[in-house]
């Protein structure tokens, strides 16, 4: 728990020691930044010390337009390119995810032979740091393809019915990252807090790919893994941070469990008992139970959209958020553009011209 070369205590203690030879009348400030400042020392923090503190959140959707803005000055942009619509589909993103975002769109454009960075670069550079690099190498399975395809449908069919939910941007089938698949949900806006109909309610989103796996494959796969492990934790929060059981009530149960350092104890004492952690344990069971029927019964009432979404997504490998919309008004998808633009524009072809020939009268020159 901390070997011989974990140096942070002695070098908070070294820093106060040097902080402490500063004399009122110097004129010294000690500027200092962190994004861990749950595990500084209180001695760092008292008056006197570091006694001005200035949380930096994340950028708005005003501040990340503006360091977008910062960023493509370094590069050619092409004047489709619209910093203010990048900005609202980038939540969360710091200022280095949108220095990274600029950096990947312009080597898109690079790849494709372009002098100018366009819309569609950044839209790629988008798809890549917010769902992982494609990874078109792996050879999967035509089963295993058409389980992955059925599972993202489940999360978007489920997505598309709730209320209170995030709206679906894009949903693939081409393995990204560690992930075989992505359905890939954009807020409307800046979110700050989140009420509890829409936990809920992405509870059940995340139920839709394993349900939808039972259903229609008649199997379960791992795949499913790691939407249980972001369900069981968002169920738990509800109940034991953010007191949002009708149950168990408006308290906290238990304690977070900190990082062994600077003194702290190895074992937090829990204030919660035994008798309470199993309601606890049955408060949580019974939250996921009821949003895995929730999400079993719209799938079941979308049998239809679900196998026409997972067939589009074998012939395509990914469907956008209009061609989703068409599906679930209970039509056809559009086609890709790429294939519009493929199919439907024809060929230009060079035609030769042919110059008609004069008769020359005898004697001229040739």
């Known amino acids: 728990m901390g070997g011989g070369n974990d140096e942070r205590e002695q070098t908070l203690n070294q820093l106060l020691v040097e902080?402490?030879?500063?004399?009122?009348?110097?004129?010294?400030?000690?500027?200092?930044?962190?994004?861990?400042?749950?595990?500084?020392?209180?001695?760092?923090?008292?008056?006197?010390?570091?006694?001005?503190?200035?949380?930096?959140?994340?950028?708005?959707?005003?501040?990340?337009e503006q360091i977008l803005l910062v960023h493509m000055r370094k590069v050619p942009i092409s004047k489709d390119v619209d910093a203010s619509v990048i900005g609202r589909g980038t939540p969360g993103f710091s200022g280095a995810d949108?220095?990274?975002?600029?950096?990947?769109?312009?080597?898109?454009?690079?790849?494709?032979?372009?002098?100018?960075?366009?819309?569609?670069?950044?839209?790629?550079?988008?798809?890549?740091?917010?769902?992982?690099?494609?990874?078109?190498?792996?050879?999967?399975?035509?089963?295993?393809r058409l389980n992955t395809a059925y599972h993202e449908s489940?999360?978007?069919?489920?997505?598309?019915?709730?209320?209170?939910?995030d709206p679906v941007h894009k949903?693939?089938?081409?393995?990204?990252?560690?992930?075989?698949?992505?359905t890939m949900q954009l807020p409307v806006e800046d979110r700050y807090s989140h009420?509890?109909?829409?936990?809920l309610a992405r509870i059940a989103v995340l139920m839709g790919g394993r349900i939808a796996e039972e259903v229609f494959m008649n199997q379960m796969t791992t795949g499913a893994s790691n939407d249980f492990e972001q369900a069981t934790n968002m169920a738990r929060n509800m109940v034991v941070r953010w007191g949002m059981s009708d149950t168990l009530?408006?308290?906290?149960?238990?304690?977070?469990?900190?990082?062994v350092f600077l003194g702290r104890d190895m074992t937090s004492n829990k204030n919660i008992s035994d008798s309470m952690a199993e309601k606890v344990d049955e408060e949580i069971n019974r939250i996921i139970d009821e949003e895995y029927k929730r999400a079993e019964k719209v799938i079941k009432k979308n049998k239809e959209k679900i196998e026409v979404m997972a067939k589009y997504l074998m012939d395509w490998e990914t469907l956008n958020a209009l061609q989703i919309e068409?599906?679930?008004?209970?039509?056809?998808?559009?086609?890709?553009?790429?294939?519009?633009?493929?199919?439907?524009?024809?060929?230009?072809?060079?035609?030769?011209?042919?110059?008609?020939?004069?008769?020359?009268?005898a004697g001229d020159p040739a």
Do not use: W
């Open 19 to 64: 902080m402490d030879g500063f004399e009122g009348g110097e004129g010294v400030i000690v500027i200092a930044a962190t994004n861990r400042p749950d595990v500084l020392d209180p001695a760092l923090l008292r008056p006197g010390r570091f006694d001005r503190q200035v949380h930096v959140p994340l950028p708005d959707i005003r501040g990340r």
């Open 98 to 144: 949108l220095a990274n975002l600029v950096n990947e769109a312009a080597l898109f454009a690079a790849r494709g032979g372009k002098k100018l960075v366009e819309m569609e670069d950044f839209e790629l550079a988008k798809d890549k740091v917010l769902m992982g690099a494609e990874r078109r190498s792996v050879v999967m399975p035509e089963e295993e």
């Open 154 to 165: 489940g999360h978007t069919v489920v997505a598309r019915v709730l209320e209170h939910t």
């Open 171 to 182: 949903v693939t089938i081409i393995p990204r990252g560690r992930a075989l698949g992505v």
């Open 195 to 199: 009420n509890r109909e829409y936990l």
């Open 249 to 259: 009530g408006p308290r906290v149960y238990g304690q977070d469990d900190g990082e």
């Open 326 to 361: 068409d599906i679930m008004n209970g039509g056809n998808p559009r086609p890709p553009e790429d294939s519009d633009s493929k199919s439907s524009k024809p060929k230009k072809t060079r035609k030769k011209k042919i110059k008609p020939q004069v008769d020359k009268p």
